[in-house]
Nanobody
Framework: QEELVESGGGLVQAGDSLSVSCAASGRIFRPRVMSWFRQAPGKERELVAGVWWSGGNLHYADSVKGRFTISRDSAKTTITLHISSLLPEDTAVYYC???????????????????WGQGTQVTVSS
């Protein structure tokens, strides 16, 4: 059974740092790409960062470059998103996603991902 399990998140203050992690199990072993998306209230789900499993190339949304860092542990099929200098607008549900078929042009598209975690809430107070 494929499963993505997220951990981390919570209530933090603006300027703090936070990490969220995601562990994959089952047939998600050896995904092509694993990514973090977020969805704020009233907004569409958006990609914030992704890592290509073969080669380890990283991809970031322009809006988070410099503050968000994605990393992977290949042995454990785990990814971690570290967020520094948190802003109130970073408040969202953060979702881990995995794809075995995504290509560069589709990395931002939710439809390219077959596997999703349950989401973890990150709330940043000002």
């Amino acid at each position: 059974q494929e499963e993505l399990v997220e951990s981390g998140g919570g209530l933090v203050q603006a300027g703090d740092s936070l990490s969220v992690s995601c562990a994959a199990s089952g047939r998600i072993f050896r995904p092509r790409v694993m990514s973090w998306f977020r969805q704020a209230p009233g907004k569409e789900r958006e990609l914030v960062a992704g890592v290509w499993w073969s080669g380890g190339n990283l991809h970031y949304a322009d809006s988070v470059k410099g503050r968000f860092t994605i990393s992977r542990d290949s042995a454990k099929t785990t990814i971690t998103l570290h967020i520094s200098s948190l802003l109130p607008e970073d408040t969202a549900v953060y979702y881990c996603a995995a794809s075995r078929s995504a290509i560069l042009s589709s990395i931002r598209m939710s439809d390219a991902y077959a596997y999703w975690g349950q989401g973890t809430q990150v709330t940043v107070s000002s």
